[in-house]
């Protein structure tokens, strides 16, 4: 059954993130020859339509304002639903992601329509889209489909294969002039304080290393820079070391923290808590460095290492350094 799949790109500090490319490709996976098309909102947005249709989009929805420039729910939600009304989609792919998971609820509900969220992995069965996403802070899988009616579907960052662009593809683009005025707005953004994690986005990271209350203190934190540093990684916390004061919130992984799914997660000094693992368990391959052989990190890490991380990670960085 051909259907029509619209993809919210998902944008970070003007660039569009990889989830985005993820999504489109899924939406010409299920497509089955029906139409893929994508919405850009926010501010000087336009330029991304080109890469949009070089993963799949054939046509391009944009809504280009200055009070969209940074996210402001209203302001968003408004512009995506101008977009659905032209576009006229099946499905609505958003990224799980701060924007899509605070968006996607909000026009499920003015569309009266169903909504699945955080999935990641889709199948077809006849004319239904079966949907899997974790359920028990990651300790189950369930499948879910919507029976009818338009579907708003928020997707897992790197959990779905993206394809190979292709440069040659284009995409019609069509400018929406949805009305947004400033004094509209329920919310004004006045400033954005960026956290960084040294550069590479925690959500969207293939290596991450990551510390807990074990690596002791913010100085700590320096021994697995350097250690990502080597492997092109981000590094991430646990709860426990971010209330200690040694590394920021943004950092956090788990249950209350950022999920993510990188293809190697190498936890150092973390207990292995359920509401860490629940940010963490999917990753492909985890390599737990702890000094308690009995820490419940390693009844889910695929290489386990019982040992002093001071003692160990300065090794592996060094060794790493040689390759
Ligand atoms: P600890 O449990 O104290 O573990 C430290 C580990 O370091 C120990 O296993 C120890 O053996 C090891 N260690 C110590 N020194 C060394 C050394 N030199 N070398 C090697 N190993 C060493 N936690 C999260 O992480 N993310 C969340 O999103 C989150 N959300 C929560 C939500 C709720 C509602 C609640 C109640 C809790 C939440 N928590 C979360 C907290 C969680 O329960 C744990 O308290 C926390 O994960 C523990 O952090 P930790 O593993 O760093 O610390």
């Known amino acids: 059954m051909s259907r029509h799949i619209l993809v919210l790109a998902d944008l970070r500090n003007g660039k569009v993130r990889n989830v985005t490319f993820e999504m489109l490709t899924a939406a010409v996976n299920i497509a089955d020859g029906g139409e893929v098309s994508a919405a850009l909102i926010g501010h000087d947005v336009a330029k991304h339509a080109d890469l949009l249709a070089h993963y799949g989009a054939n046509r391009v929805f944009v809504v280009d304002q200055e009070p969209l420039a940074n996210y402001v729910p209203d302001g968003y939600a408004n512009a995506l639903e101008a977009v659905i009304k032209e576009a006229n989609p099946d499905v609505v ?17 003015r569309f009266d329509a169903g909504q699945v969220s955080d999935i990641i992995k889709i199948e077809t069965n006849g004319d ?54 400033a004094d509209s707005l329920r919310t004004l953004v006045k400033e954005v304080v960026r956290k960084s994690t040294q550069g590479v986005d925690l959500s969207e990271a293939k290596i991450i290393v990551s510390g807990g209350r074990g690596v002791k203190s913010a100085e700590g934190f320096q021994v697995l820079q350097e250690l990502a540093n080597v492997l ?83 090794l592996l960085t060094e060794e790493l350094k040689k390759v």
């Open 232 to 314: 092109g990684a981000a590094v991430g916390a646990s709860r426990g070391a971010c209330d200690a004061g040694y590394c920021d919130y943004a950092m956090q992984i788990g249950q209350t923290g950022k999920v993510v799914t990188p293809d190697l997660y190498i936890a150092c000094g973390i207990s292995g808590a359920i509401q860490h693992l629940a940010g963490m368990s999917n990753s492909k391959v985890i390599v737990a460095i702890n000094k308690d052989p009995e820490a419940p990190i390693f009844k889910v890490a695929d290489y386990g290492i019982v040992g002093d991380l001071f003692q160990v990670v300065p």
């Open 128 to 181: 239904q889209l079966v949907f899997t996403r974790p359920i028990y802070a990651g300790k189950a899988f369930t499948k879910v489909a919507i029976k009818d009616g338009l579907k708003f579907v928020t997707v897992r960052p790197n959990n779905l294969s993206k394809t190979e662009p292709d440069s040659s593809r284009t995409a019609n683009v069509v400018s929406l002039n949805v009305q947004i005025p």
């Open 93 to 109: 792919f958003l990224a799980h992601s701060a924007i899509g998971r605070d968006v996607a609820p909000k026009l499920a509900a």
